[in-house]
């Protein structure tokens, strides 16, 4: 841990740090929480340099986003120049920067049918949309353009069928054909949510379950992980935090017949997020959120199976067939969510 103390030192006097303890999940970047004597712990994180290539604007939007919920909730963490001013480091190559940990928190990654966390998820994310959802989207620089985009991600994908090699074609085969027959009706959504009629808002673009904090309560506090926090659609939002709220099976499940979306929870979530978000959400917006969890889903299983095609370049894998389980398991959970899409619009349509 001593190269952790080294960066550690940048922020912080060193004598005040306990220990040093790794943490998260997340497939992109390195984190780690430093337990101090006194004041806030400290969450470290190294920016995955490949995946961010403007470290100054995302730095810049973080920073901006934290700053922006200070002034409204003491709920959420702050961000921690270096001792020089600096909003990040560059330590033997890489970049490091800093955040307060939130205290007594803990995260889920999977709510194995609780109900009151599903609430509390959705109210989470409404208070989240609420309190950012007409901040001047120029405030924050656009470091992932189109993010969550089909148009994009279908360019990456017949990128990627071109270079890919024989093996990989040949066992994902099934599943390229699976993408293949889905692209013009995902382009649909995509054309519809990306479209003039849906405002551009400050969003979270990566609303996933496991960045969620919750209490001792099981009450979610707060969102975490700010490197995607930039203009995009709070419809993409929605869908994203369903795919894991609502999932029985996590991501990375290889056991189809355990993944589906359970509609319960689906309910509580988007209860909880439509009371804090209906003065804010426009009629358009509501009439398409819907269709969001599909959408997202399916986006992230071509995401994955893409990154499988391209030799595991962009998300940290466990084993070689990681990512391709992880593309089976989100285009498992596309199909369960398709079946039930009148009775995901109805639960939208009754709420009013
Ligand atoms: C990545 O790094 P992490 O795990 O927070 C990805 C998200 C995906 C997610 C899938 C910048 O997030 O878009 O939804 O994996 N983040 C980026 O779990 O690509
Ligand atoms: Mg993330």
């Not at 999977?110 to 989207?137: D, I, P, Q, Y």
Request: proline share 2%; hydrophobic share 40%; aromatic share 10%.
């Amino acid at each position: 841990m001593d190269d952790v103390i080294d960066i550690a030192k940048h922020f912080c006097s060193i004598d005040l740090i306990k220990e040093v303890e790794p943490i998260g999940n997340g497939h992109i970047n390195r984190t780690y929480r430093l337990h101090m004597s006194e004041g806030d712990d400290i969450i470290l994180q190294q920016i995955n340099n490949n995946v961010f290539n403007d470290v100054e604007g995302l730095s810049n939007n973080v920073e901006v986003v934290l700053n922006l919920l200070s002034y409204i909730t003491d709920k959420y963490p702050k961000y921690i120049k270096t001792l020089s001013g600096d909003g990040f480091v560059k330590v033997s190559g890489d970049y490091w920067r800093a955040i307060t940990s939130v205290p007594d928190s803990k995260v889920y990654i999977n709510l194995n049918g609780n109900s009151k966390r599903a609430f509390s998820c959705g109210t989470t994310l409404g208070e989240f949309h609420n309190m950012l959802g007409n901040v001047s989207v120029d405030m924050f620089k656009d470091i992932l353009p189109q993010f969550h985009s089909a148009e994009r991600r279908y360019r990456e994908f017949h990128d990627a069928l071109k270079s890919a090699n024989m093996e990989r074609l040949k066992s994902a085969s099934v599943f390229i054909d699976y993408a293949i027959d889905f692209e013009e009706s995902i382009m649909v959504y995509s054309n519809d949510i990306f479209s003039d009629n849906i405002p551009l808002r400050i969003v979270h673009n990566d609303p996933k379950l496991s960045n969620i904090l919750f209490n001792n309560n099981d009450e979610a506090i707060c969102l975490i992980d700010y490197d995607t926090v930039m203009a995009g659609t709070i419809i993409t939002d929605f869908g994203d935090a369903l795919r894991t709220v609502a999932a029985k099976a996590n991501e990375d499940e290889e056991r189809t017949d355990r993944i589906k979306f359970d509609m319960n929870l689906y309910r509580q979530f988007t209860c909880g997020y439509l009371n804090k978000i209906k003065d804010t959400i426009t009629t358009e917006e509501k009439n398409k959120l819907y269709y969001a969890p599909l959408y997202i889903t399916f986006i992230m299983g071509l995401r994955f199976l893409t990154d499988y095609l391209n030799n595991d370049i962009y998300y940290s894998t466990a084993y070689a067939e990681h990512n391709l389980v992880r593309a089976i398991n989100q285009f498992t959970l596309v199909n369960d969510i398709k079946g039930k899409l009148k009775d995901i619009e109805s639960v939208i349509k009754s709420d009013v």
